[in-house]
């Protein structure tokens, strides 16, 4: 911690803050909370995210194929439980009913751009008081995985880099250890 800038990944505490702010009242609300799901738990980006299509989501076997990375390797992800259920309270109560494959779909709609996907995300972050932008989660993801036990090899496969270099920016001491 005795960088520059500080470390930039949500604390526990901090993850539970903003899950617990997040409001299921509205279509957007709805569609807000299964983005932060994706973005928590997958550590996607936001062009990753606005990428999706019904297609890429398996809800029986719990994964998702993510075919466009930045290092245009295509990727199956498990889906954790709570992410899928998150995912499936959009599709089925809060996204407009349209021939559209795209997941994530504006009121009109038309697929979500990543600039929206990573404004809805920082909005979000802002009401609960955390100034931090979509991408802490991805390095609150990173983390997670560090914390658990996981090589930087296993991170780097995770995350889509191609090479090492880039995960050891989303890698912090845990000063607890």
């Not at 604390?11 to 997040?22: A, D, G, W």
């Not at 936001?46 to 719990?62: A, N, Q, V, W």
């Not at 407009?96 to 990543?114: D, E, M, Q, V, Y």
């Not at 996981?150 to 991170?155: A, L, P």
Request: charged share 25%; hydrophobic share 35%.
């Amino acid at each position: 911690f005795a960088q520059i800038k500080p470390p930039k990944f949500l604390r526990p505490q901090e993850v539970k803050r903003l899950f617990s702010s997040l409001k299921l009242e509205t279509s957007v609300d709805i569609r807000t909370y299964a983005m932060i799901h994706l973005a928590y738990s997958l550590g996607l980006r936001p062009i990753e995210i606005s990428r999706i299509t019904l297609d890429h989501i398996s809800f029986t076997t719990g994964e998702l194929s993510i075919r466009e990375r930045k290092t245009k390797k295509p990727t199956i992800l498990p889906l954790p439980k709570q992410t899928v259920q998150a995912i499936a309270a959009y599709v089925f109560k809060a996204r407009p009913k349209t021939n559209i494959r795209a997941l994530f779909l504006t009121h009109s709609g038309s697929p979500l751009r990543p600039e929206m996907v990573a404004g809805t995300t920082k909005k979000a972050m802002e009401k609960t008081g955390l100034s931090s932008t979509a991408y802490w989660l991805r390095h609150t993801y990173a983390q997670n995985l560090l914390e658990i036990g996981r090589t930087i090899y296993e991170i780097k496969e995770m995350m889509g880099h191609e090479n090492i270099q880039c995960t050891q920016r989303y890698l912090y001491i845990d000063t607890e250890r």
